[in-house]
């Protein structure tokens, strides 16, 4: 795809839509600014080739008409601002009046933020006119919101169908979380073995799927595993599980055979807090008044080896409650393997990338998401239509 790169942006306004969606404590204070930060170097590239950028975003889910104050993108235009050291503008609103003189109002180098564009209810839409009115402010448009590209909302596909015949890039950070996975998934030096987590195997079936045809080893934790415990008839307890999955889970299992890999032990709690009575049991024999919190040890240890053997690790989703000691022990673990080991690691977005930042292990690994949703949709084998219609170099 062409690239921010290519194109002669000096004196030209830009309009990039970036994935500023960013967690905020209850004072409106970012917790992490990941996002913000990978988006820098498409940023520093317009500005410091005297474009005129205009950057577009969501943050959360806001209700359109309710009060969404707290959505607000101002304090990541803020952030912006600092990172950069320099002054960063922030419109009111997305398309109204302020946005139009903020944009009108731009000189070379110069940066304005919009408000958040979920404020109005033709972005979730895809609404034409909606992206028109964006279109209309901008010669050129780029594309670096790599934790959006799995969404067909107007700002990724509406409005760069809107820009006609203008150039419709892609910026670096879309660029090289493509490149990464898909260079894992497409080419992977083997043996490649995936690790999935998380609470739910109705998010993950279509990855499973896509992986046990391209992987060496699928390796299942979290509690999606309990739903397969299930299914191969042994005991849950209080776990959580998704009995209208059980059928489709015995299915997985079929198909997957020897390389799909779940939990030989379960480590679990009488109650969802760090301080409550604990056993450490076999997979399928987890005691009634308990539910299962985290992979066991012995779990930990398999799981650990064959990363260890890996030369490709795709990981995406915790192994247990990582936030919650001790049930971060199988996490860390695995984890731990992943950043001692030499092979290529991919960490999905989403948990397991927080899980790697909470263990200081970001930066012993190859290469950290910033999508959640994105990165599965990746794995899943889907093509994303937001990147498809830009143009080609
Ligand atoms: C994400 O956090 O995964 C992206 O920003 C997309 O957000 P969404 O799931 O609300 O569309």
Not at 43 to 65: A, C, N, T
Not at 156 to 179: H, N, Q, R, S, Y
Not at 250 to 268: F, M, R, S, Y
Request: glycine share 12%.
């Amino acid at each position: 795809k062409l690239s921010i790169a290519d194109v002669d942006v000096s004196g030209k306004k830009v309009l990039m839509r970036v994935d500023f969606n960013v967690p905020l404590d209850d004072n409106g204070k970012i917790t992490d600014d990941r996002r913000i930060e990978m988006a820098i170097p498409s940023i520093k590239s317009v500005v410091d080739r005297g474009g005129q950028l205009i950057l577009m975003s969501h943050l959360g889910r806001p209700e359109p008409g309710a009060d969404n104050s707290k959505y607000s993108l101002a304090p990541a235009a803020k952030r912006l601002g600092e990172i950069l050291s320099k002054e960063v503008a922030f419109a009111s609103d997305t398309v109204g009046d302020d946005a139009a003189a903020k944009v009108a109002a731009l000189s070379d180098g110069g940066v304005v933020v919009l408000e958040n564009l979920r404020f109005e209810k033709g972005e979730k839409k895809g609404d034409a006119e909606f992206a028109g009115k964006l279109a209309a402010f901008a010669d050129i448009y780029c594309n670096d919101a790599f934790g959006t590209c799995h969404r067909t909302d107007a700002s990724m596909v509406a409005v760069p169908e809107a820009m006609g015949d203008k150039p419709k890039v892609v910026g670096f950070l879309v660029e090289k979380e493509i490149t990464y996975l898909s260079d894992a998934i497409g080419n992977p030096k083997r043996p490649f073995v995936a690790i999935l987590g998380g609470a739910k195997v109705s998010d993950k079936i279509m990855v499973i799927k896509n992986l046990l045809g391209i992987c060496d080893k699928v390796l299942i934790g979290g509690a999606m595993a309990y739903t397969f415990s299930l299914a191969q008839g042994g005991k849950v307890g209080k776990s959580l599980v998704e009995k209208d999955k059980v059928e489709l889970a015995k299915e997985l299992i079929e198909a997957g055979g020897d390389k799909l890999v779940l939990p030989v032990d379960t480590h679990c709690g009488d109650d969802f807090s760090g301080d409550c009575n604990k056993v450490t049991v076999k997979s399928g024999e987890i005691p009634d008044e308990y539910e299962g919190l985290d992979i066991g040890p012995e779990t930990a240890k398999l799981y650990a080896q064959l990363v260890t053997d890996a030369k490709t690790v795709v990981w995406n989703g915790p192994m247990g409650v990582f936030e919650m000691p001790p049930f971060d022990a199988g996490t860390r673990a695995v984890a731990d393997a992943i950043a001692a080991s030499d092979a290529i690691s991919i960490i999905g977005g989403g948990d397991s990338a927080a899980a790697i930042g909470q263990f200081g292990l970001a930066d012993k690994v190859t290469h950290v998401s910033t999508g959640g949703g994105a990165s599965l949709s990746m794995l899943e084998g889907q093509a994303f239509k937001a990147v498809d219609i830009l143009d080609d170099k």
